[in-house]
């Protein structure tokens, strides 16, 4: 039965399930492996047989165009120093502190006023512990750095990132954070704006701990997108 | 040839902007071809050349040498991409007709000797096949169609699919092996 899958194998009509069985099989059953390696020999050629058709007008800007304004998962492996090792909580504080006084001059009001209610919840919960901590490199034809520091407090996680030297935002442009996935799927970390030297910075409950690959943060033409439409100014692997 | 094509995909993986381009200027006509072989549309085609350009760019090391050769990784990564298109627009497509196959003047592709010495062989040995193993190769490797919808297609039992692909692929390449040398010289002629 199961040998009769290999030609859907082959064309990957198969369902993740019935794949990942004839994988299996395939380990075990010699005359498969034979057949599937004599498909790939006699169809290798087949793609030769095309009529060469001339490329559609403009394709090739068209193309790489698209493709580059995607940022290449090893440049930023590049441009990003290795994460910083892990240090104490109480180191974090400092850029903690610094963080929270970044957000706004409205914001430090706001924290005053929450400072008691804070205290309060620091008393009888568990305290916060840093869980890691990555440099965020500019990509190229852009300025700035940050830091990005991922917090566990109270049983959920939380980003904060703190950033400097980045342009300013003009008209309704900011800054947003965004979270990678494995898979590719981003996710919104918070938006910021700076001030007028260029320091900003956002904190961010994370909805889950998937298993995030990368921050990065992009210069958005509004502070609403859902998915990143600027280009990538900043970005490390996690 | 497939050395340089390593050289560029290793300069790739640093980001090398340039070094995609070139990759993208040697392959684009070849793997736009073969999308359009395989759709019949123009369109797909474009964006199944763009899909696997992407995923060169943004998936790091998904080619190593363990994999074969270069272009016929990227050719088997083109042909998923374009069976994949197919099956999402869930359109029929009209194939292009083999038969006017030998009637193109398109200029030789300079980079691709490959494409340019076997593609004449090639769709002269497929016009040789009897209709029936065509269709076959047609419609498992151009239309990456299931094992069930080739035998509905051409109206056979479920369990003969498997065995007519291999023998229409066998007769294929026992065309070529012998019909090579004539078929060289018949080209040749008409350069």
């Not at chain 1, 120093?81 to 400092?94: D, E, F, G, S």
């Amino acid at each position: 039965m199961k040998c009769e899958a290999l030609i859907d194998y082959f064309n990957g009509t198969l369902n993740d399930k019935d794949r990942a069985a004839f994988e299996k099989h395939l380990a075990e059953c010699t005359d498969c492996r034979e057949e599937l390696e004599e498909l790939r020999l006699l169809t290798a050629d087949l793609p030769f047989a095309a009529e060469p058709a001339e490329p559609n007008d403009g394709m090739k800007e068209r193309v790489l165009s698209a493709v580059f304004a995607e940022e290449p998962v090893t440049a930023v492996e590049k441009t990003a120093p290795a994460p910083a090792p892990r240090k104490p909580a109480r180191q974090w504080l400092q850029p903690l502190l610094a963080a929270s006084l970044l957000l706004s001059a409205g914001a430090n009001v706001y924290l005053l006023a929450q400072k008691e209610e804070t205290d309060q919840q620091v008393a009888r919960e568990e305290p916060a512990t840093l869980a890691g901590s990555v440099q965020l490199a500019a990509t190229e034809g852009f300025n700035g750095q940050a830091q990005a520091s991922m917090v566990q407090e109270n049983g959920h996680s939380s980003v904060i990132l703190q950033a400097n030297q980045l342009q300013v935002p003009t008209g309704t442009e900011a800054y947003q954070v965004w979270l990678i996935n494995e898979a590719g799927d981003k996710v919104r970390a918070g938006t910021f704006n700076t001030d007028e030297s260029g320091r900003g910075a956002v904190s961010y409950t994370m909805p889950s701990d998937d298993n995030w690959q990368m921050i990065a943060v992009t210069l958005e033409p509004t502070a609403t997108s859902e998915q990143p439409l600027g280009d990538i100014v900043l970005a490390a692997e996690l | 040839m497939s050395e340089q094509d390593f050289e560029l995909y290793e300069r790739i993986q640093a980001a090398d902007k340039q070094a995609l381009e070139t990759l993208y200027e040697r392959y684009e006509k070849l793997l736009f071809s073969f999308a359009l072989r395989m759709t019949g549309r123009r369109d797909l085609s474009e964006e199944i050349v763009q899909d696997v350009f992407m995923k060169i760019w943004t998936k790091p090391n998904l080619y190593d040498r363990s994999k074969g050769k270069f272009s016929s990784w990227l050719l088997t990564v083109t042909r998923n991409a374009s069976i994949d298109s197919m099956r999402r627009k869930n359109e029929q497509t009209e194939a292009l007709d083999e038969r006017d196959s030998l009637k193109s003047n398109e200029p030789a592709v300079e980079d691709l000797v490959q494409w340019k010495e076997e593609g004449t062989v090639l769709r002269h040995a497929i016009a040789q096949l009897a209709e029936e193993q065509r269709e076959m190769i047609e419609l498992f490797y151009f239309k990456g169609l299931s094992q069930r919808a080739i035998a509905e297609e051409r109206n056979i039992p479920l369990g003969t699919v498997k065995g007519r692909i291999r023998l229409a692929l066998k007769h294929l390449k026992g065309h070529l092996s012998t019909g090579k040398g004539g078929v060289d010289g018949e080209v040749r002629g008409i350069d």
